[in-house]
């Protein structure tokens, strides 16, 4: 801990005592100290304005630099994101400069509260004492000197010889000295302590203004940064959905890259303008040239309603007669080779200005040739395709699938998360599209059971209509671009309007199954605060869906953007577009609306039910829901030994395995047309098994290891207490829908040995513990496991682990 200064008593000045002399050089020396911590700071401080303004210029610079940043966007208009964030930045460049303005600011009040005032204190009391310091010692040593000298002279005597005090000139003089000395040490006391107090504030005030200027100046700045708040995060916001269109466009890319470059080397490169365009030879024919001569040219070709055109873009200096001017091409056959020297040639016949021409090109090998001669309808045989052929048309079978998968969706709610969103079960949506074409099909069509029909996998067969089944898209290729642009409108009433005009434009049929799907979408966006599904999600799900280019190019990978905006568009407005359209249809069922569902019934457990002994009879799918609720009232009312009746099966062939949610679900809910692994070994036992045509059932999910029971051995087949007639078989010839086909019987699921199987199924494993496989995948070693309706076998990489019992069948 250090010591304070002892203080300055003026009474000290009479006696000038060398402790007083003590004190003043200890305050002195503080002094000194001080000084050189001043001068420092002065020295620093212009340091760190200089420094300050230095980089206050090239912020500002920066920020500049930043104002003249501006995006070149792929495409012929920028969107409203792209727009957002040019935007942006000049808004962050305004904020830098503004930064940069109050930062000058700060240094300014810094260099005149802070600067100046340290060196004007230093200046004025600090040179002032060492002046009154050297005052001091002057004023000391002139003192001494003459009491030294005073003090040596002897006394005067009197004239009279009596003895007393002579008064003479020096002793006033010496007592003139020693007040004005007395005084100096007086007034020099005074400096010094008047000094040291006043560094108290002198010094600290301009520190406590320089915080002051600091915390003025970070307050404004940050003023400034929460006022621009709202656009930096909403600018952020922007570039991540830039970043994730990015990737998605990215991988869409390689994809398109891939592809055309296949398609480049069998001459089938398309654009959207030109049906074709190439290099080409043309044989040049001019007189005063000696023999034939060939130049190279870029051929463009193109067709205007009923006409054919081509365009010769010449790349020689010295055109021939191809012209950059388009040409009617009259007829195009193949060169005979008898005729020509050159290979992979053929013959236009053109028109220009009422000239015809005849002009003699060559492909760049047999295939370019061949697709010469396929565009220009040439009568070369044409052996490649430009395009595949798609039958798939909007009819009234079509409609009619559409809006029966859309009003079971609606009926059963639309807050489920991600509807549309979250695929559904593809091997069940494929066979569906396999149905549509089928009018009887689709009229039979039963997605009352919310187990085999889930909510998402009817979601996802209305997208695969639309994007697969569907041989032009709904707003057909014709508008595509019609479209795009219209998206580009930033006023959005003449969006809508220009819009409506192209909807309105639309055939019959595209416009008809456009207003049954826009409407569904906007009561799915109206939910979007459960189902998480706002009208822009819709739009980036149904956008390639709805919309795209007759022929992919990185252009139309850049669209994407519009097509989806495009849908959105109209789900938000869907009355002004299709107006009355959701008038004519019912509002959606929500949760609250909703009666007990199946999956909430009390049906009695499958694992108790014992099989009839009467031999089991097939069922069609027609009558498959009737005959299935007769049986289960059978069973309710039957004795307390007996069980329900034997459910009629289908093929395990025809019904894709269920989605993974069902698996894990089912050990709470078993469905109806499940049968236990115990049952099916009673069936067996009692020879019954082996004329079954089972419904391909779930598998059940694995108990853990504290719910986990020891299985029991099968019991003996016994008769039952009660039986039931079997119901009449269907007329033979009456058409399966898509749930009646049918298949060989399956064997039974358990064995005692090790035995060889096949799966049936796709499935992915969900446990460490259990295997994935593929459809068609062989096991070995197939035994009886712990688990219920689970088997333990071993794959082709002889990995060994658990598969559902009813994914699998045995190989003799």
Known sequence: MTTGLPPLEYSDCFLDSPSFRETIALYEQELESNTKVVKNLVKECDNMIQKTEEFSRVQQSFGHALSQFHFKTIGTEQTEDEQRISTSLQSFSRLLLSIEDYRHNMLNAIRVRLLKTLQQFRIEHMKKTLEEKKRFDDASKKYYAFLDNFLSTK???????????????????????????????????????????????????????????????????????????????????????????????????????????????????????????????????????????????????????????????????????????????????????????????????CSLKGAEYKIILQGIGQEDRTSW?????????????????????????????????????????????????RPGVLAKANKLMKEVSDSNAVENMDFSDEIEWDTKTLASSVKAYFAKYLGEPVLTFERHYNFINAAKINDTDEKCKSIQILIRELPKPNYDILSLLIPHLRNIADLSSVNLMKAS?????????????????????????????????????????????REDRPYPRTKGMKTTSKLSRSEPSIRNRRPPPAAPVKISAANFAKRSQEQRAQSMIGSASSSSSVLPIVSNKDIPPPPVSQRQSVALTPPAYSTSGQDRNILHESGQFDHLESKKPVPTQRQTSVQRIAPQPPPTATKPHSQSSPPEPPPSEAKPSILSRRSPPSPPVKPSTGRRAKALFDCEAEDELELSFREDEIFINVVESEEPDWLQATNSSGKRGLVPANYIEWLT
């Not at 520190?207 to 708040?229: K, M, P, W």
């Not at 052929?389 to 699938?401: D, M, P, Q, S, W």
């Not at 850049?558 to 097509?563: F, G, K, L, S």
Request: proline share 4%; hydrophobic share 35%; with cysteine.
């Open 537 to 581: 999600n819709l739009g980036v799900c149904f956008g390639p869906t709805l919309m795209r280019p007759e022929h992919e190019t990185v252009a139309s990978i850049v669209d994407i953007r519009y097509q989806n905006i495009i849908v959105e568009f109209m789900i938000s407005h869907v009355d002004e577009l299709f107006p009355g359209a």
């Open 155 to 349: 006394p005067p005597k009197r004239k009279d010889g009596n003895p007393g005090v002579v008064d003479v000139p020096e002793n006033d003089q010496f007592e003139r000295e020693k007040a004005q000395f007395r005084q100096i040490s007086f007034d020099y006391v005074c400096h010094l302590q008047d000094v040291h107090a006043q560094k108290h504030f002198e010094l600290v005030e301009p520190i406590i203004g320089y915080i002051t200027d600091i915390s003025t100046f970070l307050h404004q700045a940050y003023e400034e940064v929460c006022s621009l708040r709202p656009q930096i995060e909403g600018a952020q916001f922007k570039v991540q959905l830039l970043r994730e269109t990015h990737e998605s466009e990215q991988e869409k890319a390689y994809h398109l890259k891939a592809q055309v470059i296949e398609e480049g080397q069998h001459g089938m490169v398309h654009h959207p303008e030109y049906v074709k365009q190439g290099l080409v030879m043309i044989l040049d024919k001019r007189r005063g040239i000696a023999g034939h001569h060939w130049q190279k040219y870029f051929c463009q070709f193109r067709k205007e309603e009923k006409r054919k055109m081509v365009k010769f873009l010449c790349n020689q200096k010295s055109p021939a007669t191809p012209t950059d001017e388009w040409m009617e091409v009259k007829d195009c056959v193949r060169a005979k080779a008898e005729e020509i020297e050159r290979r992979f040639c053929f013959e236009l016949k």
């Open 373 to 421: 001669l396929q565009v220009m309808e040439g009568r070369e045989p044409v052996y490649s395709s430009l395009r595949a052929l798609e039958t798939g048309r909007i009819n009234a079978v079509g409609y009619k699938f559409v809006e029966k998968c859309i009003n079971t969706i609606e009926e059963r709610g639309l807050e489920e998360e991600g509807l549309y969103r």
